[in-house]
């Protein structure tokens, strides 16, 4: 009897204590684990960081102007291109100078960005057919110039809205990229036509003899071609920009490289904020003047 209690008794310690090293085994195994998860995460951290530092940079454009939307609509560019690595955002105000509320918006987004503005001479403003933000546009370009040496250059609307794959594409632009943009005129997009791989005209409702029928959110551009090119500018004409550029550029179809899975995907639609009333303080009732009501307008109207 004896000897068999001090066999059990023997047998619950040696189980025991292999509990414990059994324990202590996975505790080490589920270190280990960690640390080479860590490390492969750390590998994969730093690999995207050189792919990324390695990358041309891209520079945006965007020209704007005050109006009711305008604060809306920058919120959601910027809140869009936060999500891009290595680029610049080029803003260019449409007016005499730059304002407090679109260098605070750039200042929270985080982004590396340049803060100008241009406006139409007076001398054009009677003018019939003058296209939009074509001056402020020309500052950026101007900006660029004297700025940057390498990288690719886009022109991006404030009030359009962006697939952010369409940026990682625009990234292997050799001259110019071309893509559709969704939501234009009445065909409800304008597009190149590719056959065999190759731009062999454009999809767009829009011809009226221009050899590159394409809207401005629709191309981008290596800077060597914007270098090699230094007289070249965006005209004044309404709806002749884009061909007026690429043409002044020297540009030819067969330079044209198709982005978007062979522009078969749209990646940018030409959107257009719908306009709402006017807020005015005279639309506060008396009776609210001491309340939020004064300071929301305020801010509102800056
Ligand atoms: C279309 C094209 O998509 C534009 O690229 C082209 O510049 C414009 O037509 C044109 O007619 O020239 P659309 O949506 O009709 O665009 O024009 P907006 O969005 O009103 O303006 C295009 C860009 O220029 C916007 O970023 C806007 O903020 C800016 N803009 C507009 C100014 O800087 N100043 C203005 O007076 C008007
Ligand atoms: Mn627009």
């Known amino acids: 009897m004896v000897r068999v209690s001090v066999t059990k008794g023997m047998v619950v310690a040696v189980l025991v204590l292999e509990s414990f090293y059994l324990l202590a085994s996975l505790k080490k195994l589920a270190d280990l684990e960690e ?6 995460q750390k590998a994969v951290a730093d690999n995207r960081q050189v792919k990324e530092e390695a990358w041309p940079p891209i520079y945006i454009i965007t020209p704007t102007y005050k109006r009711t939307t305008q604060i809306a609509d920058m919120t959601r560019m910027s809140q869009t291109l936060m999500h891009v690595p290595n680029l610049h955002w080029i803003v260019v105000e449409d007016a005499l100078k730059t304002s407090d509320v679109v260098r605070e918006l750039l200042v929270r987004s985080g982004l590396p960005f340049t803060h100008l503005c241009a406006t139409m001479p007076d001398e054009y403003k009677d003018k019939p057919m003058m296209g939009k933000g074509v001056f402020n546009r020309r500052e950026g370009i101007r900006w660029l110039r004297e700025n940057a040496r390498e990288g690719v250059l886009y022109f991006a609307d404030d009030d359009n809205s962006y697939d952010i794959r369409l940026f990682e594409q ?87 490289e198709p982005l978007a899975w062979g522009c078969t995907q749209v990646l940018v639609w030409h959107t257009k904020t719908h306009r709402p009333g006017t807020p005015k303080m005279e639309h506060i009732a008396h009776t609210d003047f001491d309340t939020n009501l004064v300071e929301l307008y305020n801010n509102m109207l800056r």
């Open 170 to 256: 625009m990234r292997t632009t050799r001259k110019v990229s071309v893509f559709p943009v969704g939501m234009i005129l009445s065909l409800g997009v304008s597009s190149p036509i590719i056959r065999d791989g190759k731009v062999v005209g454009f999809h767009d409702a829009f011809q009226a003899g221009r050899k590159f029928a394409v809207d401005m959110a629709g191309f981008a551009i290596n800077l060597r071609v914007l270098h090699a090119n230094p007289d070249a500018t965006i005209p004044l004409r309404l709806s002749y920009l884009e061909d007026g550029f690429l043409r002044r550029l020297r540009i030819e179809l067969e330079d044209l």
């Open 35 to 40: 640390e080479c998860e860590g490390k492969s």
